[in-house]
């Protein structure tokens, strides 16, 4: 057990969950964990798979478009302030050769932390003191992004876009700390676990058959998670990361609040081009 991990949980009646990405994978878990102990959650996403599930609403929105991240954010926005924890869960792994959505934007970095930036920017100001707002990418991982290409257009090499992604969700912990009253920032690092989030990569069912050998299903990753989600512990922190046992990861070297800074303001450059070619 880490040093930030709670006992199981009991009851989470009156707990109110936004769970982005939460149709599939590890956040449809983690929203199927929460509600099974009375926690209401509200999961948005594209395909609603769990509308017989007690306790668990649902907004649509393709997280790939900034447009329809924004409409959806808009209408979360006055109906927020009740909330507990937001999880964004969103992602995909870059494919072999760049996909680019009907907005201009690589389409990992659309989905895997744009979209993010995007509505933590909208509703950020209506959270709750309290709230708890946990980034799940892989933080910690001496990854800095390409800053000066995010949209991978001067070159594309797919694991690079990817880290690109994973130094921006870390980014958006680091440069979030503190902005909104009482609102606590977490990055959740799942290590490696089967799901279909390598779908897009050549021999995607072998590395997920080695893959399921040696790591949680998802539904094991929630249970064992979802204590560190509510754990008294986390308090008094603000802008930390945590792996999936509870345990404090450091921040990647060079990753401070001017670069984070930096990086999120250049994203929202790119935010806000997509959003002029849609409409």
């Known amino acids: 057990m880490g040093k930030y991990n709670s006992e199981p949980l009991v009851d989470l009646s009156g707990k109110h969950i936004l769970a982005v990405g939460g149709t599939g994978g590890l ?11 009375g926690a209401h959650v509200t999961v948005v996403g594209q395909t609603f798979r769990d509308a017989d599930t007690k306790n668990v609403d649902f907004v649509k929105a393709d997280l790939s478009s900034m447009k329809n991240t924004k409409e959806a954010t808009q209408t979360l926005k006055h109906t927020v302030s009740d909330v507990d924890i937001v999880l ?3 992602g995909i792994f870059a494919a072999r050769k760049r996909e680019e959505t009907s907005e201009g934007l690589e389409k990992d970095m659309a ?24 980034v799940m990418g892989f933080p910690g991982n001496g990854q800095l992004g390409t800053i000066d290409d995010l949209n991978s257009e001067k ?30 920032f977490f990055g959740l690092n799942p290590g490696l676990v089967k799901t279909n989030i390598r779908s897009n990569l050549a ?5 997920e058959y080695i893959i399921s050998w040696f ?4 539904e094991q990753f929630a249970v064992n998670v979802t204590p560190i989600l509510v754990s008294p512990q986390l308090d008094d922190l603000d802008g930390v990361h945590f792996n999936r046992t509870g345990d404090l ?4 070297k060079g990753m401070d609040e001017e670069y984070a800074n930096n ?6 450059a790119l935010i806000s081009k997509a959003l002029s070619s849609s409409t």
């Open 27 to 37: 956040g449809r878990a983690l929203a199927q964990e929460l509600a099974s102990h």
């Open 88 to 90: 964004l869960t969103t």
């Open 111 to 134: 989905v895997s932390f744009l979209n993010r930036l995007l509505l933590i920017d909208t509703v950020g100001p209506s959270l709750k003191k309290g709230t708890r707002v946990f």
């Open 155 to 184: 070159s594309y090499q797919f694991i690079r876009t990817h880290m690109t992604t994973v130094a921006g969700n870390e980014a958006l912990v680091i440069g979030s700390k503190g902005k909104y009253p009482g609102v606590h």
């Open 203 to 207: 021999g995607e069912e072998f590395l």
């Open 215 to 218: 790591n949680p299903t998802p």
């Open 249 to 252: 990861l450091d921040a990647t």
């Open 263 to 268: 990086f999120l303001e250049k994203s929202r």
